[in-house]
């Protein structure tokens, strides 16, 4: 069993910056797949970062790929470091956990275990 909890949202002006952070407890491997996902209003949840828990292979959506940055630390947490940040990053931010030996997923459904989400609102 793995729990996350997700802190660090907030209201942040276009062109600013704020840094999600996920505290993980449990058990964990070297080869999973810790994932940022967002979803805003009406959308789907989609994959914005992911790293393996080793803290090798960083992936990042297309969207965000040089304004955001993935990251972890030794004292088990995950961060989402995000800059200039637009008013389309409006979401609800969510970090999860992929339990995968091998492989990088990308589709929030391949995913066990998630944080209840914080919410980021980047205003124009």
């Known amino acids: 069993q793995v729990q996350l909890a997700e802190s660090g949202g907030g209201l942040v002006q276009a062109g600013g910056s704020l840094r999600l952070s996920c505290a993980v407890s449990?058990?964990?491997?070297?080869?999973?797949?810790m994932g940022w996902f967002r979803q805003a209003p009406g959308k789907e949840r989609e994959f914005v970062a992911g790293i393996r828990w080793g803290g090798s292979s960083p992936n990042y959506a297309d969207s965000v790929k040089g304004r955001v940055t993935i990251s972890r630390d030794n004292a088990n947490t995950v961060y989402l470091q995000m800059n200039s940040l637009k008013p389309e990053d409006t979401a609800v931010y969510y970090c999860?956990?992929?339990?995968?030996?091998?492989?990088?997923?990308?589709?929030?459904?391949?995913?066990?275990?998630w944080g209840q989400g914080t919410q980021v609102t980047v205003s124009s």
């Open positions: 999860a956990v992929d339990r995968t030996f091998s492989g990088f997923h990308l589709r929030a459904y391949e995913y066990d275990y």
């Open positions: 449990g058990r964990t491997f070297s080869t999973y797949v």
